[in-house]
């Protein structure tokens, strides 16, 4: 199994900055995508930032320009640099990732969550 450890969450005003990391650990053969999603009181999960192993991303429009998504291959870690953060941000942040095996399909593990909350 892999086990998914997000860190970095917190309370923080509007405008602020957070860094929320994810380090991964287990049985790990290769992590292809990994990412970030949210899920707010009364909303649905959704997906903030994804990135390949190859360093390509893709985010939700609510974040582009103020939200960067990066991994450290070396580290099995993948991190969310969050800027400029608004109130509807707050949420518990979850980390993603798919693992791959020889000859297994793929599999894809959730972290536990870290809080953003926000203050005003």
């Known amino acids: 199994q892999v086990q998914l450890v997000e860190s970095g969450g917190g309370l923080v005003q509007a405008g602020g900055s957070l860094r929320l990391s994810c380090a991964a650990s287990?049985?790990?053969?290769?992590?292809?995508?990994m990412g970030w999603y949210r899920q707010a009181p009364g909303k649905q999960r959704e997906v903030v930032a994804v990135?390949?192993?190859?360093?390509?991303?893709n985010y939700a429009d609510s974040v582009k320009g103020r939200f960067t998504i990066s991994r450290d291959n070396a580290k099995n870690t993948v991190y969310l640099q969050m800027n400029s953060l608004k109130p509807e941000d707050a949420a518990v942040y979850y980390c993603?990732?798919?693992?791959?095996?020889?000859?297994?399909?793929?599999?894809?593990?959730w972290g536990q969550g870290t809080q953003v909350t926000g203050s005003l």
């Open positions: 287990g049985i790990i053969f290769r992590l292809t995508n």
């Open positions: 993603n990732a798919d693992r791959t095996l020889p000859g297994l399909l793929p599999r894809n593990y």
């Open positions: 990135i390949t192993s190859g360093g390509s991303t």
